[in-house]
């Protein structure tokens, strides 16, 4: 199907907190450089706005897309600019990437005569998941292993597309030697030691504690190694792990807080290691970081093992499983010395298994597919007929 796309998304923030800002960011860049018109919508104001509108997105806000059935009417009558404003711009289809904001997409949607094709980048977060059978054209999914958890949830199998993330090869460049010491200068990090990083939420089902006392039970010297966890540290969780750095080795860790540019961190590290107790939708960090050219340890859960398969298998472990973590941070923090061409490996894996432009071909196939299809003809007067593609 040929025809520029005019794509209508939205996101609560225009900023790398999460995942799904990060792909919805990505890949409306990338699109954009298509040549499909891509209007964004959002809740909170953020860095991504200005590279959004110099690529040539609209970008309009901020709106509210939560919805609480306690105060239907108050967040009904919030919808209301936002669907005069989606009806005005024309657009051929929405591109939902939270489906907990179904709600808000129905009404923008109908009023407007556009179909919905709804990103699945988690697992069910809400109660009403049934109303995701009213109104979606059709829905594509992060991994195999979410596209199960809505199916259980009862979403038809036939409905639902698999697409697994990727990443641009641009922005996780490989990082040799002489990106590492620049990346530790700049985080002030001692050149010589062996970097065991962590990225992202520091958690309990992050699997945060599990990694701390693999730790802890290495015991490496001083200035032989270091542990670094950088993002955000959960309120909740902060009594456990701080009480866990309590029993490191002064010196052995950084805590760095949540980050908008994690390639530093990448680069400054040796190895990534992602521990998580809690199913992972897909594992964005895992090719994050294997694209820059380093193994990554993680838990054999959710969608992780979609990425680590074949050759590269042998880097998962049992959730929660210290022991597994000790051994195997143990067998890979020198592996520059051990398997001087595993970094070259992780990274060709990456580019073969997860290229970025493919993933892009996919989604733009995906939405040309379910976009609303004007019938030519003379206007006169009233609005043109229009059918939905499926």
Known sequence: ???????????????????VEMCVYQDSTALLQRGHCVQVLYERDGKQRAVLEDAGARVDGPFRFGFDPRHALRDLGR??????????????????????????????????????????????????????????????????????????????????????NAILP???PVGDREEQQNARQGLGIDRDLRVALFCGRITAGKGVLTLIEAWRRLDYAPGRALLVLAGPLDTTDAPAVEHALAGLTPGSYRLFPAQSQVLPFLHASDIIVVPSLDAEPFGRVVIEGMATGRPVIASRNGGIPEILFGTMERFLVTPGAVTEFVAQIDALLDWRRTEPRLGAACHA????????????????????????????GRLTGSRRTSKLVV
């Open 1 to 19: 199907m040929d025809g520029n796309l005019n794509i209508l998304t939205a996101t609560t923030v225009l900023a790398a907190v999460g995942g």
């Open 79 to 164: 919808f209301w600019p936002v669907a005069k404003l989606v009806r005005k711009s024309r657009a051929n289809v929405l591109w939902l990437n939270r489906p907990e904001h179904i709600i808000w997409a129905q009404v923008v949607a109908r009023f407007a005569g556009i179909p919905i094709v709804c990103h699945l980048h988690h697992a069910p977060n809400f109660r009403l998941t049934r109303l995701l059978n009213v109104g979606v054209s059709h829905f594509i999914a992060v991994s195999r292993f979410e596209r199960k958890q809505w199916i259980d949830r009862g979403i038809q199998q036939e409905r639902i597309t698999v697409l697994h």
């Open 170 to 172: 641009t922005d996780y």
């Open 349 to 376: 894996w990456v580019e073969a298994n997860f290229p970025y432009a493919e993933h892009v071909n996919s989604l733009e196939q995906l939405l040309q597919r379910y976009r609303r299809v004007r019938k030519p």
